[in-house]
């Protein structure tokens, strides 16, 4: 009988565990990291996360402070990027903004994997009309343009951080929903699943214990990318003016505001325009890095 | 007898391909071979030897990163056919033009959008620069040659529209139409089942005598190239480690690789009580190849001379016979005969007069819909009036092709179905139809392996996890204690180091993620342990550890099996009885050794002739049986007897009628109008 | 296959009245008093109660959504709450302007999308294809209406080669056409083409590897032919499923161009009637635009299986 000879330490189970772990990430990020530009993305992300979560450190003014003498006031020492129509300072104004487009983008990516899951699990595992309905539902969303359905919304429920994040997470949703659903699909058909059911194991915990854990990657990937493309959306419909409500300050609104001064003051317009872009960027190109770490083809077996 | 002229000659081939950061890994290590007109070459090896890199390299088909060196000539090619580069006309006019390729695998090896016809033709317009009105009357020859019927109307399908043997058919069309010299034959028909398997090798044979074509057969399986071939390369490592006439290979092998493979292979023609040799240890690791011989960690008779260098080929007594080996046979012979008899007998099992489970005119059918409304359009009978008991401490095999049913009887017993029929007592009690609550205590009784180690592990749980799961579900252990205890019995008992059960499955061999299996199937105690084709996903010197591990359990634990499996050399080893399963039904069931020398139904005395069995002089006197056409879908089964639109015995009665099964006397059963 | 489209064009249907369903309720919910927002507030109860009725909005909602769908299904879309016109005369000409942009980009988008992905495809790991991957990823993370700005600014302010809005069609004046397409048609077009392209290369790359592939490799065929006949062909099917996602996508994104270069198109006047809560025109713009997308789907599948025996032989 071939009985491999183990090295004759006798580790503690949690050692080994623990270091087997260490192991798996340190294997993660350095396929994550294998591509150059995905640390400019990565840096880039860690740098408006630091910009959002210390803003009131790094914004020298209020952002709504309004100086009605000083209006359209040019670059100067005091005003890093000069002040806005109202004599807002616009650094500041782009500094809390970033708060506003990673929050929304962060907290309806979140809200909509989390439901998107369920619903995907839902209806993989009841199958038959509930699956049917939900696939219906899916397919009802996606025949509306994002933007129009959360125009439509946004009129119901009106503007507003909060309102936004859910509208976004509704657009969302049926993506996810659709990945959940043909992941955990394909995972519940494999052996060890059928496996799990034959020693009587209780069917709910077959899918948190072994469907869930199973099939949760590709809507990992998803959500890191559909962070950008939830600030996108938010942006864009605060550049219509129909998204998150001025005073509040979103890069979107901004440009919104500004947008009739373009040809005097083109600063004004383009620094938010520029921060919106390397966000989305920095954010996009991550993204890719956590995908090609996660995309179990890349992995040694 | 003077030698034939030389058609492909290989010197020195080394292939690389990168591995990790700078490195290179040797994929094949130097390996030289030739092909002479005429000739019928085997090209033997597991998976990782580099036999189908080997055969690659000399079309150049490996494609960079991948680095191939050393030379290679073929017929009618001026100088070394490497030095021109794979884009260059002469390589192009060597694959396919010279040399043709089949590949494994039937279902992915056409391009699926495009017709069937048109593929042929691309191959004959290339090289023997025809119109198209004319390469495409020599596909509709070629097409009628191989056997398909109709070549005009199935010209114009689409792969999708066969059947995997009527694909690789097709695929031996297209490589043939353009008149090559030699055929490359990769693990050819290793997906295919084992009557079409056979036919279709049957058709190389024949049809490469009538066109002058030499084959070269790349396989994993010693019976294929003990029937087929006439010299034989055995590969391990990236090497060749030894060649030879086939009757002089396997009469006298002289590596210790090739004898060691000989031993773990179970054979149709097996005495009852033989035990396999499996060779101990796995594979060497792409990673960590030594420079050394490869074998050398596997090695039984392994000396401190053979670390430090790789032995050249050197020649044997017989002629033309290579091995790489500093030993030579004698001395092999006399350090086996040192090491004390290996090959004893199997351990004794007692097996109990007690039926154990009992199945009785079991039914399964599954609804087929079809439209928008999904209406019900008519049923698939997978399992028709299958009736069988096993005693305890027993081994039933059931073997049978592509859909005859044996998986879904497993999942019947398993009730991962509900049978829509029949009984399924366990130890007297109907578990057919019960209710999963009542089930509960049955499914730790009756237990499963799966077939693929890769897809029946969660890739996400610990290996003690996966053992421990049915001891948590049955509350069979009371403490942690208990627990731990258990678990590093089961890890020792399927032969697993205990402290490897904090490891992920990928961590583990796939020998070792069977034995996992194999440790979750008897975590709960069972009586019976259903294998659902354990083996056949293992190469061939790992299997023979887990025949044997399966064998080692059942003498000591008591345990019943159900062994389902496609190979009936296996199954013809591991089994007390076997029941041969054909569309859905049994056709004969039988002890095994009765099996083999008395067969009565003509389904099994095909299924029979159609295994190779590893030994040229046995395949020499053997009877081969020529089946019509291929296993039907069990949707086209015939009304009377499955078997008899393939049946050369055939009658009306047979077509229309179907035969039941009648005891034949010493525990054989058939169900074939001819033994009534 | 003539089944399968039968089936196909049962769903479309569904999601259609689906649509209609919620975009229904989306007027039902509105807290605007849609008398009110028709006829002004200084009118007199009893013709207030008049409209009431007039309008059915003394029935429950599911009689009132038959009669609404009813009036749908014969071109009347009700009336618009802002302009007190019927709703199809207000979107008139403006979905003809919309459609021609979609469809213009679309057109544009799929040769370049798919050429560039060729190139990177055939050249994987050389530097052509470093630079248009990483073009392509870092134009698909631009906002639409932020390249329509940055593009004003650079082409009408800075160089003013062009025209900073309007919208002509081609037959009234066809270079005035040109130089106001140019930039939404580029806006429109360049997340579109650097999606194609990354999708044809990732499929590409996928058909490469197929088995079929090395078949093709071992007949001895130029590798150019190999790329063109057994690569290409089979890459480019789920390309084609991109074709009615794209479409819903540059529906989407042409409200950002509209309303950047104040095109007056359905997005236009989306945004327009989101602000003067204007439900009836936002109402049939959503109707509209989720039919056209849906149509666009199932051409989709239509052409899928045209090019793929598989799906029509399964």
Same mark, same amino acid.
């Given at each position: ?301 | ?676 | ?146 390249? #329509?700005? /940055? @593009? &004003?600014?650079?082409?009408? $302010?800075? *160089?003013?080669? %062009? ?120 109402? #049939?713009? /959503? @109707? &509209?635009?989720?039919?056209? $997308?849906? *149509?666009?789907? %199932? ?16």
């Amino acid at each position: 009988m071939s009985v491999q000879t183990l090295a004759p330490e006798e580790k503690s189970r949690q050692q080994i565990m623990r270091e087997q772990r260490q192991r798996d990430i340190r294997r993660f990020f350095h396929t994550m990291f294998s591509r150059r530009i995905v640390i400019i993305g990565a840096v880039g992300t860690a740098f408006f996360l630091l910009i959002a979560l210390f803003a009131p450190l790094i914004a020298p003014y209020d952002p709504n402070a309004v100086d009605i003498l000083n209006k359209f006031a040019p670059m100067s020492a005091e005003h890093l990027l000069g002040t806005d129509i109202y004599g807002r300072d616009l650094f500041s104004r782009l500094v809390y903004g970033t708060r506003v487009s990673i929050l929304t983008g962060v907290i309806a990516t979140l809200m909509a994997a989390i439901i998107g899951c369920l619903l995907g699990m839902v209806a993989s595992f009841y199958g038959g009309t509930v699956d049917k309905l939900l696939i219906a539902a899916c397919d009802t969303f996606m025949a509306i343009p994002g933007t129009a359905l959360a125009m439509a919304l946004l009129s119901l429920l009106g503007g507003g951080m909060l309102n936004m994040a859910v509208i976004l997470c509704i657009t969302t949703i049926p993506g996810m929903l659709r990945m959940m659903r043909a992941s955990s699909l394909s995972v519940m058909s494999t052996d060890y699943i059928l496996a799990a059911k034959l020693s009587g194991e209780n069917k709910l915990k077959i899918m948190i214990k072994h469907v869930l854990p199973n099939s949760i990657s590709p809507i990992i990937v998803m959500a890191t990318q559909s962070v950008g493309t939830s600030i996108m959306m938010e942006s864009g419909l605060s550049f219509l003016g129909i998204g998150i409500k001025i005073p509040t300050a979103s890069w979107g609104s901004i440009i919104n505001e500004a947008r009739p001064y373009l040809m005097t003051s083109p600063l004004y317009v383009l620094a938010p325009c520029i921060c919106l872009a390397l966000l989305i960027i920095s954010l996009n190109l991550l993204g890719d890095g956590i995908r090609d770490a996660m995309d179990p083809s890349l992995r040694g077996a | 007898m003077e030698k034939k002229e030389l058609l492909v000659e290989a010197k020195n081939i080394v292939t690389t391909f990168p591995f990790d950061k700078g490195t290179r890994t040797k994929a094949v290590d130097g390996v030289s071979f030739e092909l002479r007109r005429g000739e019928i070459v085997g090209l033997v090896g597991e998976s990782g030897s580099g036999k189908s890199v080997t055969s690659m390299s000399i079309l150049q088909l490996i494609l960079p990163p991948g680095k191939v060196s050393g030379e290679v000539h073929v017929e009618g090619i001026e100088g070394n056919a490497l030095d021109y580069g794979p884009e260059s006309e002469q390589a192009r006019a060597i694959r396919g033009g010279k040399i043709g390729m089949i590949f494994q695998e039937p279902m992915t090896s056409l391009n699926p959008i495009l017709t069937v016809g048109y593929q042929i033709s691309e191959n004959i317009m290339t090289h023997l620069k025809v119109d198209k009105a004319e390469a495409k009357r020599q596909a509709i020859a070629m097409m009628e040659k191989v056997g398909i019927a109709n070549p005009e109307i199935r010209y114009n399908q689409y792969p999708l529209e066969f059947s995997g043997g009527m694909r690789q058919r097709i695929m031996i069309a297209m490589v043939l139409a353009a008149k090559p010299e030699v055929l490359i034959a990769d693990e050819a028909t290793t997906a295919l089942d084992v009557t079409t398997q056979a036919q279709i090798l049957e058709l190389i044979q024949r049809l490469t005598k009538e066109e002058d074509v030499s084959v070269i057969i790349v396989t994993h399986n010693l019976g294929l190239v003990a029937r087929y071939a006439d010299r034989i390369y055995v590969m391990y490592g990236g090497n060749i480690v030894e060649s030879g006439d086939k009757y002089t290979l396997f009469e006298n092998p002289s590596h210790p690789y090739t004898r060691g493979l000989l031993a773990a292979v179970p054979r149709l023609d097996d005495p009852k009580d033989r035990k396999l040799v499996p060779i101990e240890g796995m594979p060497p690791n792409p990673a960590e190849m030594p420079t050394y011989c490869k074998f050398y960690a596997r090695c039984p008779f392994r000396e401190d001379r053979c670390k430090e260098k790789l032995c050249d080929l050197r020649a044997e007594p017989e002629k033309d016979h290579y091995v790489r080996c500093y030993l030579t046979r004698e001395e092999i012979e006399a350090k086996h005969r040192a090491m004390g008899e290996q090959s004893q007998a199997a351990a004794a099992k007692q097996i109990s007069d007690e039926v154990c489970l009992e199945v009785d005119h079991l039914r399964m059918s599954f609804p087929l819909y079809r439209g928008m409304m999904k209406r019900k359009i008519g049923e698939v009978h997978a399992v028709q009036d299958v009736s069988f008991y096993v005693r305890t401490g027993e081994t039933l095999g059931i073997v049978g092709e592509s859909g005859c049913g044996k998986s879904t009887l497993a999942k019947c017993i398993m009730r991962a179905l509900t049978p829509a029929e029949g009984k399924i007592l366990y130890k007297g009690t109907d578990i057919a139809h019960m209710k999963e609550h009542d089930l509960k205590p049955i499914r730790s009784k009756i237990t499963m392996i799966f077939q693929d180690p890769f897809s029946s592990l969660d890739p996400r749980q610990t290996a003690e996890s996966i053992v421990g799961e049915p001891l948590k579900i049955n509350h069979l252990v009371h403490s942690k204690a208990e627990y731990d205890a258990r678990i590093d019995e089961l890890f020792s008992l399927v032969g697993l180091n205990p402290a490897y059960r904090t490891r992920v499955p990928r961590e583990f061999s796939g020998g070792q993620r069977q034995r996992l299996g194999i440790a979750r199937a008897l975590a709960s105690n069972p009586d019976v342990i259903i294998c659902d084709e354990p083996v056949s996903a293992l190469d061939v010197s790992v299997q023979a550890q887990v025949i044997n591990l399966l064998e080692d359990l059942q003498a000591k634990l008591h345990v019943t099996y159900l062994f389902i499996a496609h190979d009936l050399s296996v199954v013809k080893h591991i089994s007390d009885r076997v029941m041969v399963m054909y569309l859905g039904r049994v056709m004969e069931t039988a002890k095994a050794e009765t099996l083999y020398e008395n067969p009565l139904h003509p389904y099994t005395k095909a299924l029979l002739s159609a295994v190779p069995i590893s030994d040229p002089k046995v395949e020499a006197g053997r009877e081969r049986i020529k089946l019509l056409g291929e296993v039907p879908s069990v949707l086209e089964r015939p009304k009377g007897c499955p078997f008899c639109e393939r049946c050369q015995y055939a009658t009306d009665r047979c077509r229309a009628e179907v035969p039941t099964l009648r005891d034949h006397g010493d525990g054989q059963a058939v169900a074939c109008f001819l033994y009534e | 296959m003539a089944k399968y489209m039968f089936k196909r064009l049962g769903q479309t249907l569904i999601i259609i009245v689906i649509v209609s369903v919620l975009t229904f309720l989306l007027v039902s919910l509105m807290p605007k008093d849609p008398v009110y927002a028709l006829y002004g507030t200084d009118i007199t109860q009893e013709e207030y109660d008049v409209a009431f009725k007039q309008l059915n909005l003394d029935k429950p909602i599911p009689v009132r959504y038959l009669a609404w769908a009813g009036d749908v299904l014969h071109g009347d879309f009700g009336t618009s709450y802002r302009y007190h016109d019927d709703v199809l005369a207000v979107i008139g000409e403006k979905l003809g302007v919309t459609m021609y942009l979609c469809f213009a980009s679309t057109i544009i988008s799929f040769p370049i999308g798919i050429l560039l992905g060729v190139i990177t495809a055939v050249k994987r790991g050389k530097w052509q294809d470093s630079v248009l991957t990483m073009f392509a990823n870092i134009i698909s993370s631009i906002p639409s209406f932020v390249i #329509a700005i /940055v @593009m &004003l600014w650079i082409f009408c $302010i800075k *160089l003013g080669w %062009l025209p900073s809005s309007g919208f002509t069609f081609p037959w009234d004046d066809f270079g005035e056409h040109i130089r106001e397409i140019i930039m939404p048609l580029f806006c429109l077009s360049i997340g579109g083409i650097a999606s194609v392209c990354r999708q044809t290369r990732s499929s590409m790359l996928e058909a490469i590897r197929q088995d079929y592939v090395r078949t093709a490799r071992s007949k001895g065929l130029k590798e150019g032919f190999i790329i063109y006949k057994h690569v290409l062909r089979n890459g480019l099917v789920p390309i084609i499923t991109m074709i009615g996602q794209r479409l819903a996508m540059m529906m989407g994104m042409t409200v950002f161009v509209e309303n950047v270069f104040a095109i007056p198109g359905i997005g236009s006047l989306m945004v327009e009637s989101v602000n003067n809560v204007d439900m009836p025109v936002l109402q #049939a713009c /959503v @109707m &509209l635009s989720a039919l056209i $997308i849906s *149509l666009a789907y %199932l051409f989709t599948d239509f052409l899928y299986v045209v090019v793929d025996p598989r799906i029509s032989l399964s």
